[in-house]
């Protein structure tokens, strides 16, 4: 974990609690983070993941690594520290997130365990769910399909640092959930992700759908 620098700095706690916020929410906050190659589905899936949420009535938002890149950690490149660095903040936003009662689907290729596991520290820490989903296909399939066209320019050298090629990636040992993206549909990734949220009481209150709203605001009119 990074150090605190800052000194005379205490948390300054509010009147409203983190039940209270679930509460208005009808859902539990947690963070849902997946990890894995580039171009092995993390962040197909996660817009799908997205949408079925909203669907049932579930508030989510999507914490992308290329989106992230673009904003809080524009000043961050891809070496080993930076990438630390990138996955410190991203799990202390994804913290900040669920403490509100917001599910976040964070998708970062995040190389290290160790990293990961410093972020799963930090939830279990604060009492808050982390579920790894591990996101896995072969390298051979990420090449084939590479959506923006980066193995082909780390191949040609173009691109340092990248993981699979001239960078490692360390494989989660326990995830909560597996996904063989090469040969499951997107549908059964989900599937299998909202199974999990309802069996830990994640999303198990009553669901109320956009349908389901505008039938009580026509009953109320």
């Not at 909203?54 to 890149?69: A, M």
């Not at 930090?122 to 982390?130: C, K, N, P, S, T």
Request: net charge negative; with cysteine.
């Amino acid at each position: 974990m990074a150090n605190q620098k800052a000194t005379n700095v205490t948390w300054q706690e509010g009147e409203i609690s983190r039940e209270d916020r679930s509460s208005i929410l009808r859902q539990r906050g947690a963070t849902i983070w997946f990890t894995g190659l580039s171009g092995s589905g993390k962040s197909t899936i996660a817009v799908a993941l997205e949408n079925a949420l909203y669907e049932i009535g579930k508030l989510s938002y999507r914490l992308d690594g290329d989106n992230v890149r673009l904003g809080i950690n524009k000043n961050l490149g891809f070496s080993e520290a930076d990438r630390k660095e990138n996955i410190r903040r991203i799990g202390e936003v994804a913290k900040l997130f669920g403490d509100a009662g917001i599910i976040s689907l964070s998708s970062f290729i995040s190389p290290y365990k160790g990293d990961r596991d410093e972020v799963r520290a930090l939830h279990e820490q604060a009492g808050l769910d982390f579920i790894e989903v591990f996101v896995d296909c072969s390298l051979a399939v990420a090449e084939e399909r590479d959506p923006k066209g980066l193995y082909k320019k780390a191949r040609a050298g173009e691109i340092k640092n990248f993981t699979g090629i001239d960078d490692p990636y360390e494989a989660p040992v326990k995830p909560e959930i597996h996904l063989q993206t090469d040969e499951m549909t997107v549908e059964k990734e989900v599937r299998i992700v909202l199974e999990h949220l309802k069996k830990n009481g994640l999303i198990l209150q009553q669901h109320f759908t956009r349908a389901d709203d505008n039938l009580e605001a026509g009953a109320a009119s």
